[in-house]
């Protein structure tokens, strides 16, 4: 069982989906958790209901000045940081139709902001034995002819993260990136009417495993990237997708299937 007794993390974007099981996942492994978000009831209660060793602070990833009282903030209250996971995300996407504006609040939130974040919680995080984990996604990955910023700002925080890797590793701070794949998430629960047994079944077509994630499961993945028992991945993508990315196009079955299937 991983065990995060006495480290200190800041979670983003963790006031409800798959952030909020991060920060349960982290303090139910030991960890003292800042849960932080935008939506100040719902992080409210979530430190609320984690009770001892979590507490929620507001914080925009898209305001230097929020990133900057969050990390204060963690070091008068719990003494020091080991962990920061960048969760926070925005999904304003219409594809090749997305305006300007829109291009750029997403990516501010997608990828500059978990950037700055980094930048600015490296003089915070113990040297050595800091580590940071990036919320990547399989859509940042692959192709799809529905999204944009998303998938773009995905796939420059999965190259950040090795930048950062790189430049962090001389203070002995780990930088990694966990990728979800489909997941049983408010997003899924929305385009399914709140039917799981309908995800699983859509996910079977394309997931190795045959069914969607659960939200746990990559709560537990990056526990384990956190800790010490991880303390030689740095600069990696774990791929917490039941074998998603492991398929190409051809979903794994070849020319023979196709071939059969196109008579």
């Known amino acids: 069982m991983i065990r995060l007794d006495g480290k200190v993390a800041i979670v983003t974007g963790a006031t409800r989906s798959i952030g909020e099981y991060i920060a349960r996942g982290l303090h139910g492994a030991g960890a003292s958790v800042m849960v932080t978000g935008i939506e100040d009831a719902a992080g409210a209660a979530v430190a609320a209901s984690l009770g001892a060793r979590a507490t929620y602070r507001r914080t925009d990833v898209t305001r230097d000045a929020d990133i900057e009282a969050c990390l204060a903030e963690t070091k008068r209250r719990f003494g020091k940081l080991d962990i920061l996971v960048n969760c926070a995300c925005s999904y304003l996407d219409a594809g090749l139709a997305t305006p300007r504006q829109d291009w750029l609040d997403c990516l501010n939130v997608n990828i500059v902001g978990p950037a700055i974040f980094v930048q600015k919680a490296a003089p915070y995080l113990t040297k050595p ?31 950040f993260t090795r930048c950062a890797a790189v430049a962090l590793a001389p203070d002995g701070i780990r930088v990694v990136t966990v990728s979800p794949g489909w997941t049983w998430s408010p997003p899924m629960e929305e385009m399914t009417g709140d039917d799981r047994d309908l995800a699983d079944r859509a996910g079977a077509h394309v997931i190795p495993l045959g069914r969607v994630g659960r939200m746990e499961e990559v709560a537990n993945i990056v526990a384990f990237a956190a800790s010490d028992e991880a303390s030689w991945l740095n600069g990696c993508d774990l791929a917490a997708d039941g074998g998603f990315s492991a398929l190409g196009p051809d979903q794994g079955k070849g020319p023979k299937y196709w071939v059969a299937e196109s008579r």
């Open 129 to 159: 034995g800091g580590v940071v984990v990036n919320i990547g996604s399989v859509s940042g990955k692959f192709g799809n002819g529905t999204r944009g910023p998303y998938s773009a700002g995905k796939a420059a925080l999965m190259h």
